[in-house]
């Protein structure tokens, strides 16, 4: 899948970086290190290299500054997920698209994503981890900017599965995404656990086989009965 998923923060004729987009990048590193709670406005503004009041007149409170950072690159992020599905679903035969196609449809443009090396979406990527894993922020922020996104995905499993229990389905997905912030988040648990056997910087690795291994799950608890 050939995407382009560069916000660059560097403006390709060689001029300086926008003020307004260096606050962006300096918020979404601090944020995706610190949380929400553990940054202020001026530690942000101290990075980016302006005056607080400047972030504070383009952004308002540390909240709506929070909200900007999530949207920046959630429409890019939908975007090719969306158009990924598509094609999934576009190139599916009579019986309709494999659970492994449809995973994979979910996983692999935010693989190509991780895998390009841009530190400013390896930041957005942690902080989504860290979102989707807040009882303060997970329900409200994943719901606002990507619940449509993924209830296709849904759609598309239970399509896969007409037959399967619906709760199973919710509950794979739960798990799925659990796996994939994990990944995002690149800890270093597994390079650790494996004695450098497995290493969380192997994107390629990591979702080559998030995809069989969560296909299977999804199969096994869909076809269980409770």
């Not at 003020?19 to 940054?39: C, M, Q």
């Not at 190139?91 to 390009?116: H, V, W």
Request: proline letters at 4%.
């Amino acid at each position: 899948m050939n995407i382009s998923p560069n916000i660059s923060t560097t403006p390709k004729d060689g001029t300086k970086t926008p003020r307004k987009t260096r606050i962006l990048d300096a918020a979404e590193e601090l944020f995706s290190k610190r949380g929400f709670h553990g940054v202020t406005l001026r530690q942000i503004a101290s990075m980016a290299g302006v005056d607080v009041a400047l972030a504070s007149y383009h952004f308002g409170r540390k909240r709506a500054l929070f909200d900007a950072v999530l949207l920046r690159r959630a429409e890019i992020v939908n975007t090719v997920r969306n158009e990924a599905l598509d094609k999934c679903l576009d190139n599916a035969g009579k019986n309709g698209p494999s659970i492994e196609d449809i995973i994979a449809a979910y996983l692999r443009p935010l693989g190509d994503i991780q895998a390009s090396g841009d530190s400013g979406w390896q930041n957005y990527l942690a902080l989504i981890a860290w979102v989707n894993n807040s009882p303060e922020w997970g329900d409200e922020l994943m719901t606002q900017y990507f619940n449509p996104l993924v209830l296709r995905f849904i759609d598309a499993l239970k399509q896969a599965l007409p037959d399967a229990d619906e709760q199973a389905i919710y509950w794979g997905y739960h798990y799925l995404s659990g796996a994939l912030t994990l990944t995002f988040a690149e800890t270093g648990r597994i390079d650790q656990l494996s004695g450098g056997k497995a290493k969380a910087s192997n994107i390629k690795a990591a979702y080559a086989h998030m995809i069989p291994f969560m296909a299977a799950g999804i199969r096994g608890i869909c076809a269980s009965k409770l």
